[in-house]
C-alpha cells in the first residue's frame, strides 16, 4: 500500500526538497498577504501566481514524480527567457521576478537528483 502524500514528500526526498518546500509556500503567502488591499484582477498578482505554481510544482518534486521536475525546469527556463527579454515594465516581467535566483538554484538540484525520480 501506498503511503499518504504529506508523508512521502517528507521521506523520499532529499531534506533540502521539503525544506525548500516550506520556504516556497511561506513566500508564496508572504507575496499573496502584502498585496491583499489590491484588487485580484491588476497585474501585480501575476507575482504571487507564479509562486503559487512553483510552490504546487515543487510538492510533487518532493514526491519525486518526473513530470513535476521537468515542468519546474521549464518555468525555470520560460520565467528567465521573460525576466531577460520581456520589457521592463511588462507583465511578463512582473510574472518572471517573483522567485528570480532560488528558482535556477533549486532547478540545479533537481537536475542533480533527476535520475532518482520517478
Known sequence: MTAPFFKRIYKQPPILFPLAALFLIAMTLI???TLYP????????????????????????CDMKKWAAAGFIVMTVICLALQYFAPA???GRIFASGLFPLDMVLSFFVLLYFKRFH
Open 89 to 91: 515594465d511588462s507583465a
Open 38 to 61: 489590491t484588487p485580484l484582477l491588476q497585474r501585480d498578482w501575476l507575482r504571487p501566481l507564479a509562486m503559487l505554481l512553483y510552490s504546487l510544482c515543487w510538492l510533487f518534486v
Open 31 to 33: 507575496a499573496a498577504v
